[in-house]
C-alpha cells in the first residue's frame, strides 16, 4: 500500500507571508498532483508533475517533484486571503497508474 | 459543458440501512472512480470503472459496490450501513483508463449515518 504524509496538517499566517506545504513518501509515483478543495466542493487539479526534479510554477504557487518521485513541496509566495483552502497532494500509482493516493490535507487560513 | 454531476448532495441514513449514490461523468469521459473522504482526511479510492468494468478496487469490504452503465454514468452501493460510513463521497471522471491525464472530481455526496 503506498501511503503519503502531508505536513503541515494546520497552517494559518498572515496575508504577505511564505509558506511551504510537505508530501512524503517511501514509494515512488508515476506522477504526483497537487489539488485545491473548497469547503462542500470535490478537490480541483492545480498541477500535475511527472519528471523527477520537475519544477513548476503557477503565478505565486510552486511546486516541485523530488527527484526520486516520492515526494514534492507546495510553496506559495506571498499569500493572499484568497489561498485559503484545503490543499492536498496526490500521487498517481507507478503500476497501472489507475488510481491516487491522497495525502491527509492541509488546511491553510490566510488572515488578512 | 457540464462538469462531473453527482446526486443526492445530501443523505441522511440509519445505521444498517442501504444507499446508493449516483455520478455522470463528462461527456466524453469514460472512466469513474469513486472515493471516500472522512472528515479531516484526504480522499482514499474505492473503484474504478472503465468501459463498464471494474478495473480497480480499494481497501473497502464487500458492503462497497458499484456498477457503470452504457451511458458512462456510475453508481455506488453500500449496504448495511455503519455510523463510520459517514463521509464526503467524491467521483471522479477522466477521459482514459489511467491517471496521467486530468481526473475531474465532482462536488460530492455527504452521507451522514445516525
Known amino acids: 500500500t503506498q501511503l503519503l504524509e502531508q505536513s503541515p496538517q494546520f497552517l494559518s499566517i498572515q496575508e504577505g507571508e511564505n509558506l511551504t506545504v510537505y508530501c512524503n513518501s517511501s514509494s515512488v509515483f508515476s506522477s504526483l498532483q497537487w489539488y485545491r478543495q473548497e469547503p462542500g466542493e470535490g478537490p480541483v487539479l492545480l498541477v500535475t508533475v511527472v519528471t523527477g526534479g520537475e519544477v513548476k510554477k503557477l503565478k505565486r504557487l510552486t511546486f516541485q517533484f523530488g527527484d526520486a518521485r516520492k515526494d514534492s513541496s507546495l510553496h506559495i509566495t506571498a499569500a493572499q486571503p484568497g489561498d485559503t483552502g484545503l490543499y492536498l497532494c496526490?500521487?498517481?500509482?507507478?503500476?497501472?497508474?489507475?488510481?491516487?493516493?491522497f495525502g491527509s490535507g492541509t488546511q491553510l487560513t490566510v488572515l488578512p | 459543458d457540464a462538469g462531473v454531476t453527482q446526486s443526492p448532495t445530501h443523505l441522511i441514513k440509519t445505521r444498517g440501512q442501504h444507499v446508493t449514490l449516483r455520478c455522470s461523468p463528462i461527456?466524453?469521459?469514460?472512466?469513474v472512480s469513486w472515493y471516500q473522504q472522512v472528515l479531516g482526511q484526504g480522499p482514499q479510492f474505492i473503484f474504478q470503472y472503465y468501459e463498464k468494468e471494474e478495473r480497480g478496487r480499494g481497501n473497502f469490504p464487500d458492503r462497497f459496490s458499484a456498477r457503470q452503465f452504457p451511458n458512462y454514468s456510475s453508481e455506488l452501493n453500500v449496504n448495511a450501513l455503519l455510523l463510520g460510513d459517514s463521509a464526503l463521497y467524491l467521483c471522479?471522471?477522466?477521459?482514459?483508463?489511467?491517471?496521467?491525464?486530468?481526473?475531474?472530481f465532482g462536488q460530492g455526496t455527504r452521507l451522514t449515518v445516525v
Open positions: 461527456s466524453g469521459h469514460k472512466s
Open positions: 496526490a500521487g498517481v500509482d507507478s503500476g497501472s497508474a489507475r488510481q491516487l493516493t
Open positions: 471522479a471522471s477522466s477521459l482514459g483508463i489511467t491517471l496521467n491525464t486530468e481526473a475531474f
